[in-house]
């Protein structure tokens, strides 16, 4: 370890506990790393339930047949503890791999209601959020998840944070 | 409890090492923020303090007091600085964006009176960033 800068490296308390702290200690810290991720996806929304002026008076325009599109922002926030180690959360490359092979590679491009994740439900921003979390609920497992924000436009935005939250 | 957060913005260089690691080791898990040369950010930080409103001036914190210690704790020693080599805290602490948030916050609640300090959030690019709640 560097000495010179132990010598310079003022102690401050610790806010939380009133303990000294200082940096090279094994002190644990949790941060929470959000990350924003863009894809763009196609959807109309109607349900087989409703009869069609019931669609037409929900949905209004988004019940067009020929459906369309929006430029979504999804973000993700994962939780733990820093590694000592690496300064991280979690390594941000293994968080991209997989929100690109599991959650863009998935709808991006595609007319949302011809996926087999929608094959039961509207697609709404509200279920497509859910469906995200649930994706990276079980498959990702370098941290854990907090909470996804999916932003339909700059007006619209949803969060799931899990059932219990 | 009303919760107050001012912005500031500061540019400054850093990379990722880690001694204890191999070579090999330091550009598998750092990749390209490995190189020893540095690469910079320009960092927006959000300071976010809580408090009640105090009855005779209705503020919840002195928004000049709060400027002025974000500027003199973080501004100051951060801002165009190349965080590895001059800023204390990195001389032996790889300056990832979860770092900075912690050392920042670390800066702040030891000079901040009056209101607490709710949550430092760093974006290190619009699309990332990191939040710290003094949690352990
Ligand atoms: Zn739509
Ligand atoms: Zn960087």
Redesign the pocket.
């Known amino acids: 370890m560097n000495h010179e800068a132990k010598k310079i490296y003022p102690v401050y308390p610790c806010v939380p506990c009133g303990k000294d702290f200082d940096f090279m200690g094994s002190f644990q810290m949790k941060a929470h790393l959000s990350r924003r991720y863009l894809f763009s996806a196609?959807?109309?929304?109607h349900s087989d339930a409703m009869s069609d002026e019931e669609n037409h008076s929900t949905y209004g325009?988004?019940n067009n047949p020929y459906?369309?599109?929006?430029n979504y922002t999804v973000e993700v926030t994962v939780s733990g503890q820093v590694d000592r180690q690496t300064g991280m959360v979690c390594n941000l490359a293994d968080l991209d791999a997989f929100i690109e092979t599991q959650v863009l590679a998935r709808f991006g491009h595609e007319n949302l209601n011809t996926l087999r994740e929608f094959a039961q439900e509207v697609p709404?921003?509200e279920n497509l959020c859910i469906q995200i979390y649930e994706i990276v609920q079980r498959g990702f497992h370098f941290a854990h998840l907090e909470r996804v924000r999916l932003e339909?436009?700059m007006m619209n935005s949803f969060e799931y944070a899990g059932r219990e939250a | 409890m009303v919760y107050l957060t001012r912005k500031a913005e500061f540019s400054a260089s850093h990379f990722y090492h880690n001694p204890d690691f191999t070579p090999e080791e330091n550009r598998r898990v750092f990749g390209k923020c490995n190189n020893p040369n540095g690469h910079g950010h320009n960092y927006t930080l959000e300071v976010t303090v809580k408090g009640e409103v105090d009855p005779r001036s209705g503020f919840v914190v002195d928004l000049k007091q709060l400027k002025e210690v974000m500027h003199r704790e973080v501004l100051d020693a951060m801002d165009h600085r190349f965080l590895n080599k001059e800023v204390p805290e990195f001389l032996h602490q790889i300056p990832t964006t979860e770092n900075i948030a912690i050392a920042i916050w670390q800066r702040l609640a030891a000079k901040l009176e009056s209101a607490r300090l709710h949550r430092v959030r760093v974006y290190e690019t619009p699309d990332l960033f990191v939040d710290f709640y003094g949690e352990p």
């Not at chain 1, 196609?42 to 929304?45: E, G, M, P």
């Open positions: 196609s959807h109309r929304l325009k988004c459906g369309h599109g929006h709404t921003t339909e436009t």
